[in-house]
């Protein structure tokens, strides 16, 4: 028992000099997470707006009809429109300063009083992906408006289209008159189905379940989040294996009575402390800013522990197996820089196509995060977390027991 | 205190060790004499425990380190080449770690930190981490982490290299004092001098094999009181050595640019012997007459230089 006091204020006493590693592994997962919030929209902050360029070649009453319903309230909290000329257009697009650019081509008032098939371009920001695709629905669901409003007003948009022909042939200022008067009706109607779009009379009212709570993309990201802090502190508790072999501490330890097994049980104890000071201050930040249930904060720090420590069994494992210092630490970063990729730190799993995100469920990080997300959003049972554990502790078990049989091996007498 | 007997080390092809024997009694300084790659390391390992032997047999203190690891490892205490100690948490807390490392606990750990610190000379600088010391007093505080646990058999592993004059007296102050306790001290090193200043007995070791042992007296009395004298310069081929040197002067080894001959009274022949090379159309470039010590019995024995 002395030993394994002694051996654990030992490696809790050398983390305890290497401030500025406890500081990156809470600093790189708090850093991440603030901007991937701030471009998400945070919690509960503002939509973010689509810069949505007009380039109106047609310039016709009905295309700055069609611009007017994109300016209106109810989608003017989604875009910011900007009428542009179509070649300063491309120019603006290409530097990046939009999202998308939308083409009314010339001929389009007479095609569609003609009710000729037609197609508004979309000209997208290849560097984007979200805004562009927000632009196309958007601008998808006026050019499915138009097409209703076709069907809809069919007779008044004939009678238009000839009146506009009369005109065009040198008609009085009573056609033009009529013309007037005919768009201002019309018009008034569309405008008033406009609201439609946005607030249709009949909608789907969304539930969650008892005592779940909607999660936004903070609280989807907020687990992952931890779990990045959690696996950079695995990586980094387990480099010390390498520093004692090279200061020859390995070796000494190897000639005396202390056996292996207490020397690698207080490294599991010293471990724990160290994973807990680093997700402590992460969760009471995330805790307090989403508003969780503190009831589960206790679980969610032994939880994230025991994901720790089978994470730095696993990181360990690759230290001894590697046969230098440098090959253990590029073994270590092609093996978790993935599993950080993958398992839900960087993106929430519900964010990632199915087939992603199933393969990021397998691995040991998005195993564990699972059952926390879903019990913190309020959709878990906890005996979803039995078999994870079951599975987690016999992982640690088996991956300590390699990583001893590598250290009488040979790894700790050289 | 120790019993080696029969030691081998094999790795691979290569012998490392080759059917070493030997004892050490309390109070004892024992040395291993040889050098760089003689096996001295490779020795201290094996008894150490922390490399099999290929064969042989190990005790220490009665316990068969083979058999029964943990008993011998109780009484044994390593002082390694390399400097082993955590540089980043202080003395007090290096030393409390390797006599936990040994079993010690409680009061008795307390006083024996407090009985190293003195040894060693650290009392004012407990607290303090040793990444502000020294190069002497980080080999100090090595020196402490081995003698924590008071065995009964320390094992010092070349402990001088790259150590100060001072500093290398003072761990031979050390060393003494534990000789004075009554343990038994096995002492590897190639460096002559310190052989013969510190050790009772010494083996002298040469490519894995012991080739000779005894006090410093009775390995004195091998090379005999005769001088050592290694001629460098050109010494054509076709020169007939046993008539162009004088009577009383053997041959010890003979090169083409390298003669190695041994003589009584050495000084006093060297003028007449310089004359008669000369003579004969040798090239004397330089002359080095050595005193019979350690150095000279290993170039008696091996032909080779002690230090590389």
Known sequence: MTFLIASGLKNLQRIAVQPWSVAIWIGVPLLVGSLLSAVMGGSDGETPKVHLLIADDDGSFLSGTLIDMLAREELGDLLILEPVATVSGRAMLDEGAASAMLVIPSGFQTAYLASEPQALRLVVNPLQQIFPEMAEELTGLIADFGSYAQLAFGPELDTMGELISDAEDGAGPETAAAIGTLASGTATKLFRALPLLTEAPIEIAVETTDGAREASFTMLFFPGLLMMSVILAAQGLAEDLWQEREMGTLRRLRSTIAPLGTFLLARVVSSSFALVLVILPLGLLGFTVLDLDWGSLPLTLAWLTLAGLMLSALASLIQVLAPTRKAAALFSSLVFFPLLLVGGSFFPLESMPDFLATFGRLTPNGMMLEPLKAHLIGTGELAAFVPILGISVAATLAMTAATAWRLRAGFATR | MIEVNALSKQFGSFTAVDDISFTMQPGEVFGLLGPNGAGKSTTIGCISGL???????????????????????????????????????????????????????????????????EVIGLVDRGWDKPKDFSGGMKRRLNFGCGIVQEPDVLLLDEPTVGVDPQSRERLFDMVRAQIVRGASVLYTTHHMEEAESLCDRIAIVDKGRKIAEGTLAQLRAQVGERDIITLTGAFGPDLALNDVLPEGVAILQADVDRLTLETEDGPARLARLLDALSKAGAEVRETVVRRPNLESLFLKLTGAELRA
């Not at chain 2, 400097?83 to 006599?99: F, T």
């Open chain 2, 51 to 117: 490399i099999p032997p290929s064969s042989g047999q190990i005790a220490i203190s009665g316990h068969d380190l083979i058999r029964g690891p943990r008993a011998a490892k109780a009484r044994l205490g390593i002082v390694p080449q390399e400097l082993a100690i955590y540089e980043d948490i202080s003395v007090v807390q290096n030393l409390r770690y390797w006599g936990a490392a040994y079993g010690l606990r409680g009061a008795k750990l307390a006083e024996r930190v407090a009985d190293v610190l």
